[in-house]
Protein backbone atom coordinates (compact mmCIF):
# COMPACT_ATOMS: atom_id res chain seq x y z
CA UNK A 1 0.00 0.00 0.00
CA UNK A 2 1.22 3.31 -0.16
CA UNK A 3 0.59 6.65 1.58
CA UNK A 4 0.60 10.42 -0.12
CA UNK A 5 0.25 13.57 1.41
CA UNK A 6 -1.69 16.45 -0.09
CA UNK A 7 -1.05 18.73 2.49
CA UNK A 8 1.23 18.81 5.84
CA UNK A 9 0.22 22.28 7.65
CA UNK A 10 -1.21 23.06 10.97
CA UNK A 11 -3.93 25.50 10.71
CA UNK A 12 -3.20 27.32 8.02
CA UNK A 13 -1.83 26.47 4.65
CA UNK A 14 1.59 27.86 3.79
CA UNK A 15 3.32 28.77 0.22
CA UNK A 16 4.97 25.42 0.87
CA UNK A 17 2.34 23.24 2.45
CA UNK A 18 -1.21 23.11 1.92
CA UNK A 19 -3.78 22.12 5.00
CA UNK A 20 -4.09 18.51 5.71
CA UNK A 21 -4.81 15.72 3.05
CA UNK A 22 -3.69 12.09 3.01
CA UNK A 23 -4.72 9.36 0.34
CA UNK A 24 -4.21 5.64 0.93
CA UNK A 25 -3.89 3.69 -1.63
CA UNK A 26 -4.74 0.16 -1.22
CA UNK A 27 -3.07 -1.83 -3.86
CA UNK A 28 -2.29 -4.65 -4.38
CA UNK A 29 -5.64 -5.45 -1.87
CA UNK A 30 -8.45 -3.13 -3.94
CA UNK A 31 -8.23 -0.72 -6.21
CA UNK A 32 -9.71 1.85 -4.35
CA UNK A 33 -8.19 4.89 -2.63
CA UNK A 34 -8.97 6.57 0.70
CA UNK A 35 -8.77 9.70 1.98
CA UNK A 36 -8.23 10.88 5.09
CA UNK A 37 -9.23 14.66 6.02
CA UNK A 38 -9.48 17.25 3.26
CA UNK A 39 -8.33 20.16 3.75
CA UNK A 40 -9.10 23.38 1.49
CA UNK A 41 -7.92 23.09 -2.00
CA UNK A 42 -6.91 18.91 -1.46
CA UNK A 43 -8.77 18.94 -4.97
CA UNK A 44 -6.27 21.16 -6.53
CA UNK A 45 -3.36 19.48 -5.27
CA UNK A 46 -5.03 16.48 -6.49
CA UNK A 47 -4.55 17.56 -9.99
CA UNK A 48 -1.20 17.45 -9.37
CA UNK A 49 -1.08 13.63 -9.21
CA UNK A 50 -2.20 11.00 -10.85
CA UNK A 51 -4.77 9.67 -8.07
CA UNK A 52 -8.76 9.65 -9.54
CA UNK A 53 -11.60 11.32 -7.73
CA UNK A 54 -13.58 8.50 -9.24
CA UNK A 55 -11.29 5.61 -7.50
CA UNK A 56 -11.93 7.21 -4.22
CA UNK A 57 -14.96 5.20 -2.52
CA UNK A 58 -13.75 6.12 1.07
CA UNK A 59 -13.53 9.64 2.84
CA UNK A 60 -12.63 9.33 6.93
CA UNK A 61 -12.81 12.45 8.37
CA UNK A 62 -10.24 12.92 12.10
CA UNK A 63 -12.35 15.71 13.17
CA UNK A 64 -14.15 19.47 12.35
CA UNK A 65 -11.75 21.75 12.32
CA UNK A 66 -11.20 23.59 9.09
CA UNK A 67 -8.13 23.12 8.53
CA UNK A 68 -9.19 19.07 8.08
CA UNK A 69 -12.57 19.20 6.21
CA UNK A 70 -13.03 23.06 4.47
CA UNK A 71 -11.90 20.98 0.73
CA UNK A 72 -14.71 18.41 1.37
CA UNK A 73 -17.66 19.90 -0.70
CA UNK A 74 -15.69 21.47 -3.26
CA UNK A 75 -13.77 17.97 -3.97
CA UNK A 76 -17.64 16.07 -3.51
CA UNK A 77 -18.64 18.58 -6.12
CA UNK A 78 -15.51 17.50 -8.58
CA UNK A 79 -15.83 13.97 -7.92
CA UNK A 80 -19.14 14.08 -10.06
CA UNK A 81 -17.13 15.43 -13.35
CA UNK A 82 -13.94 13.17 -12.35
CA UNK A 83 -15.46 9.89 -12.90
CA UNK A 84 -17.27 9.37 -9.66
CA UNK A 85 -20.41 9.61 -11.41
CA UNK A 86 -23.03 6.21 -10.21
CA UNK A 87 -20.12 5.57 -7.98
CA UNK A 88 -21.17 5.03 -4.40
CA UNK A 89 -18.84 6.92 -1.25
CA UNK A 90 -18.80 6.42 2.33
CA UNK A 91 -17.64 9.04 4.26
CA UNK A 92 -16.91 8.61 7.80
CA UNK A 93 -16.06 10.79 10.76
CA UNK A 94 -17.88 12.42 13.71
CA UNK A 95 -21.46 13.56 14.54
CA UNK A 96 -21.59 16.47 12.21
CA UNK A 97 -19.86 15.70 8.99
CA UNK A 98 -23.52 14.61 7.47
CA UNK A 99 -24.83 18.00 8.52
CA UNK A 100 -21.51 20.08 7.50
CA UNK A 101 -21.31 18.19 3.41
CA UNK A 102 -25.44 18.73 3.04
CA UNK A 103 -25.62 21.96 4.24
CA UNK A 104 -23.26 23.20 1.89
CA UNK A 105 -24.47 21.24 -0.89
CA UNK A 106 -27.76 22.95 -0.43
CA UNK A 107 -27.39 26.42 0.17
CA UNK A 108 -25.54 26.27 -2.58
CA UNK A 109 -27.57 24.30 -5.06
CA UNK A 110 -24.89 21.53 -5.94
CA UNK A 111 -25.96 18.38 -6.65
CA UNK A 112 -23.89 15.30 -6.92
CA UNK A 113 -25.03 12.39 -9.51
CA UNK A 114 -23.31 9.19 -6.82
CA UNK A 115 -24.63 8.40 -3.47
CA UNK A 116 -22.86 9.29 -0.45
CA UNK A 117 -23.56 6.84 2.93
CA UNK A 118 -22.71 8.66 6.23
CA UNK A 119 -20.89 7.14 9.52
CA UNK A 120 -20.81 9.23 12.36
CA UNK A 121 -18.55 7.74 14.72
CA UNK A 122 -19.81 8.41 18.48
CA UNK A 123 -17.12 6.76 20.38
CA UNK A 124 -15.58 4.19 18.75
CA UNK A 125 -15.69 2.68 14.84
CA UNK A 126 -15.40 -0.94 14.17
CA UNK A 127 -15.47 -1.19 10.16
CA UNK A 128 -15.05 -3.90 7.68
CA UNK A 129 -14.92 -3.67 4.57
CA UNK A 130 -13.18 -5.75 1.40
CA UNK A 131 -11.08 -7.38 4.01
CA UNK A 132 -10.10 -4.30 5.59
CA UNK A 133 -10.29 -3.79 9.23
CA UNK A 134 -10.78 -0.08 10.38
CA UNK A 135 -11.29 0.99 13.93
CA UNK A 136 -11.06 4.07 15.00
CA UNK A 137 -10.85 5.26 19.25
CA UNK A 138 -11.06 8.83 20.72
CA UNK A 139 -8.08 10.97 21.03
CA UNK A 140 -7.86 14.36 23.43
CA UNK A 141 -7.87 17.42 21.61
CA UNK A 142 -10.65 19.69 22.99
CA UNK A 143 -13.00 18.93 19.86
CA UNK A 144 -14.00 15.04 19.27
CA UNK A 145 -11.25 13.79 17.41
CA UNK A 146 -10.16 10.44 16.24
CA UNK A 147 -7.46 8.46 14.84
CA UNK A 148 -7.98 5.38 12.81
CA UNK A 149 -6.45 1.72 12.75
CA UNK A 150 -6.56 0.51 9.18
CA UNK A 151 -5.46 -3.07 9.02
CA UNK A 152 -5.46 -5.02 5.57
CA UNK A 153 -6.36 -8.45 5.02
CA UNK A 154 -4.31 -11.21 6.11
CA UNK A 155 -3.10 -13.18 2.93
CA UNK A 156 -3.51 -17.36 3.32
CA UNK A 157 -0.06 -19.31 3.52
CA UNK A 158 1.34 -20.81 0.30
CA UNK A 159 0.33 -23.95 -0.40
CA UNK A 160 3.63 -26.54 0.54
CA UNK A 161 3.92 -28.69 -2.40
CA UNK A 162 6.17 -31.23 -1.36
CA UNK A 163 4.37 -31.91 1.44
CA UNK A 164 0.70 -32.84 -0.68
CA UNK A 165 3.52 -34.97 -2.53
CA UNK A 166 4.34 -36.95 0.17
CA UNK A 167 1.08 -38.05 0.60
CA UNK A 168 0.59 -39.26 -3.01
CA UNK A 169 -1.48 -35.37 -3.75
CA UNK A 170 0.35 -34.53 -7.45
CA UNK A 171 -0.36 -30.20 -8.09
CA UNK A 172 -4.13 -29.78 -9.53
CA UNK A 173 -7.32 -28.38 -8.82
CA UNK A 174 -7.92 -29.89 -5.62
CA UNK A 175 -4.93 -28.01 -4.43
CA UNK A 176 -7.53 -25.19 -4.56
CA UNK A 177 -9.91 -27.12 -1.96
CA UNK A 178 -6.84 -27.29 0.38
CA UNK A 179 -6.10 -23.69 0.27
CA UNK A 180 -9.74 -22.81 0.44
CA UNK A 181 -10.67 -25.73 2.90
CA UNK A 182 -9.81 -25.86 6.57
CA UNK A 183 -9.83 -29.93 5.86
CA UNK A 184 -9.50 -32.04 2.76
CA UNK A 185 -10.67 -35.35 1.57
CA UNK A 186 -7.96 -37.68 -0.20
CA UNK A 187 -7.95 -40.96 -0.73
CA UNK A 188 -10.54 -41.48 1.62
CA UNK A 189 -9.13 -39.45 4.49
CA UNK A 190 -9.31 -36.38 5.95
CA UNK A 191 -6.32 -34.08 6.48
CA UNK A 192 -6.41 -30.83 8.26
CA UNK A 193 -5.17 -28.18 5.46
CA UNK A 194 -3.36 -26.24 7.97
CA UNK A 195 -0.62 -28.97 7.95
CA UNK A 196 -0.06 -28.20 4.25
CA UNK A 197 0.01 -24.65 4.28
CA UNK A 198 2.44 -21.83 5.31
CA UNK A 199 0.98 -19.21 8.30
CA UNK A 200 -1.27 -16.44 7.20
CA UNK A 201 0.36 -13.05 7.21
CA UNK A 202 -1.96 -10.00 8.64
CA UNK A 203 -1.45 -7.60 5.99
CA UNK A 204 0.51 -4.61 7.33
CA UNK A 205 -1.09 -2.08 9.57
CA UNK A 206 -1.42 1.95 8.93
CA UNK A 207 -2.39 4.05 11.64
CA UNK A 208 -3.50 7.83 10.71
CA UNK A 209 -3.87 9.88 14.11
CA UNK A 210 -6.18 13.34 13.54
CA UNK A 211 -4.77 16.22 15.84
CA UNK A 212 -4.52 15.59 19.30
CA UNK A 213 -2.35 15.41 22.78
CA UNK A 214 -1.17 12.51 24.10
CA UNK A 215 -4.09 10.27 25.68
CA UNK A 216 -3.92 6.28 26.20
CA UNK A 217 -6.48 5.71 23.55
CA UNK A 218 -3.00 6.20 21.31
CA UNK A 219 -1.90 3.55 22.44
CA UNK A 220 -4.95 0.81 20.88
CA UNK A 221 -4.30 2.70 17.66
CA UNK A 222 -0.62 2.41 17.13
CA UNK A 223 0.14 -0.73 18.66
CA UNK A 224 2.90 -2.48 16.37
CA UNK A 225 1.55 -0.13 13.33
CA UNK A 226 3.80 -0.86 10.17
CA UNK A 227 3.28 3.30 9.30
CA UNK A 228 2.22 5.86 11.51
CA UNK A 229 1.31 9.49 10.47
CA UNK A 230 1.13 11.58 13.61
CA UNK A 231 0.88 15.61 13.76
CA UNK A 232 3.49 17.30 15.93
CA UNK A 233 2.42 20.70 15.93
CA UNK A 234 5.16 21.52 18.02
CA UNK A 235 8.78 20.06 16.87
CA UNK A 236 11.06 21.90 19.34
CA UNK A 237 10.53 24.28 22.29
CA UNK A 238 8.24 23.92 24.97
CA UNK A 239 6.36 20.74 25.35
CA UNK A 240 3.39 22.48 27.66
CA UNK A 241 2.91 24.94 25.16
CA UNK A 242 2.03 22.06 22.46
CA UNK A 243 -0.38 19.99 24.99
CA UNK A 244 -1.75 23.77 26.58
CA UNK A 245 -3.31 23.62 22.63
CA UNK A 246 -4.10 20.03 22.88
CA UNK A 247 -1.84 18.83 20.20
CA UNK A 248 1.55 17.09 20.54
CA UNK A 249 5.16 18.03 20.73
CA UNK A 250 7.83 15.65 19.36
CA UNK A 251 9.00 14.16 22.30
CA UNK A 252 5.17 13.03 22.73
CA UNK A 253 5.10 11.43 19.46
CA UNK A 254 8.27 9.79 20.16
CA UNK A 255 7.35 8.73 23.25
CA UNK A 256 4.26 6.62 21.15
CA UNK A 257 6.31 5.34 19.10
CA UNK A 258 8.70 3.45 21.39
CA UNK A 259 5.76 2.63 23.59
CA UNK A 260 3.45 1.57 20.76
CA UNK A 261 6.20 -0.39 18.97
CA UNK A 262 5.78 1.16 15.62
CA UNK A 263 7.78 0.40 13.21
CA UNK A 264 7.86 3.50 10.96
CA UNK A 265 6.26 7.19 11.51
CA UNK A 266 5.38 9.70 9.14
CA UNK A 267 4.60 13.32 10.64
CA UNK A 268 2.81 15.94 9.41
CA UNK A 269 0.80 19.05 10.72
CA UNK A 270 3.51 21.08 11.22
CA UNK A 271 3.09 24.16 12.76
CA UNK A 272 3.26 27.39 9.67
CA UNK A 273 6.18 28.67 12.27
CA UNK A 274 8.72 26.41 10.64
CA UNK A 275 10.22 26.97 7.28
CA UNK A 276 11.08 24.00 5.55
CA UNK A 277 14.90 24.73 5.85
CA UNK A 278 14.11 24.90 9.72
CA UNK A 279 12.26 21.56 9.84
CA UNK A 280 15.20 20.25 7.61
CA UNK A 281 17.40 21.19 10.12
CA UNK A 282 15.68 20.38 13.07
CA UNK A 283 15.16 16.80 11.64
CA UNK A 284 18.94 16.38 11.27
CA UNK A 285 19.54 17.44 14.71
CA UNK A 286 16.90 15.00 15.83
CA UNK A 287 18.53 11.88 13.86
CA UNK A 288 22.20 12.20 15.70
CA UNK A 289 20.46 11.37 18.95
CA UNK A 290 20.61 7.44 19.46
CA UNK A 291 17.37 7.16 21.23
CA UNK A 292 15.23 9.15 18.09
CA UNK A 293 13.32 6.10 16.31
CA UNK A 294 13.01 5.78 12.52
CA UNK A 295 11.18 8.74 11.35
CA UNK A 296 10.68 11.19 8.89
CA UNK A 297 8.82 15.25 8.66
CA UNK A 298 6.99 14.49 5.43
CA UNK A 299 6.06 17.64 3.12
CA UNK A 300 3.39 18.22 0.53
CA UNK A 301 3.54 15.27 -2.22
CA UNK A 302 5.83 12.54 -0.34
CA UNK A 303 4.65 9.15 -0.38
CA UNK A 304 5.38 6.31 1.66
CA UNK A 305 4.97 2.42 0.74
CA UNK A 306 4.52 -0.09 3.11
ZN1 LIG B 1 -5.40 20.63 12.49
ZN1 LIG C 1 -7.55 20.35 15.05
Redesign the pocket.
Given at each position: MEITFFGTS??LPTKERN??AIALNLEPYSNNIWLFDV?EATQHQILHHSIKLGKVDHIFIT?M?G??IFGLPGLLSSRSFQGGEGLPLTVVGPKGIKEFVETTLRLSESRLNYPITYIEIENHLSYQHNGFNVEAHLLNHGITSFGYRVEAPSTQGKIDVQALKSIGLEPGPKYQEVKNNETFEYNGKIYDSSQFKGDEKQGPVAAIF??TMPCNNELLIARNANVMVH?S?YIEGDKNLANNYH?SHIDDVFDLIKEANVEYSLIT?ISNRYTQEEVESISELLKTKSDTPPFKFVKDFDTWSF
Open positions: AGTQGHHDHGDETHH
